[in-house]
Nanobody, 119 residues
Framework: QVQLVESGGGLVQAGGSLRLSCAAS????????MGWYRQAPGKQREKVAS???????NYADSVKGRFTISGDNAKNTVYLQMNSLKPDDTAVYYC?????????????WGQGTQVTVSS
């Protein structure tokens, strides 16, 4: 299977920056997409950004121009640079990957990392 280990969350003031990292490990044959989702209290989980193996990126409208996703295929790692953070960005951020492993092809999720933006 795939293990996703996230790091980089924390508490930051509005206007500040944070960088999230997520490293995938396990019996991975191929990673097609890596991305970040978030879930705020009382809200549904939403997609924040994703990056394909070939480097094509996609962003939620709410983070365009403020967040940047990047990846390192050799390390099976994805990063999310978050700038100009707002209180509305407060959520648990989850790493996600669509990957082919020795067991199956499908979605895998990390445990989540808390991001709190104070006003």
């Amino acid at each position: 299977q795939v293990q996703l280990v996230e790091s980089g969350g924390g508490l930051v003031q509005a206007g500040g920056s944070l960088r999230l990292s997520c490293a995938a490990s396990g019996s991975i044959f191929r990673i097609d997409i890596m991305g970040w989702y978030r879930q705020a209290p009382g809200k549904q989980r939403e997609k924040v950004a994703s990056i394909t193996r070939s480097g094509i990126t996609n962003y939620a409208d709410s983070v365009k121009g403020r967040f940047t996703i990047s990846g390192d295929n050799a390390k099976n790692t994805v990063y999310l640079q978050m700038n100009s953070l707002k209180p509305d960005d407060t959520a648990v951020y989850y790493c996600n990957t669509i990957a082919l492993t020795s067991a199956r092809f499908g979605d895998f999720w990390g445990q989540g990392t808390q991001v709190t933006v104070s006003s």
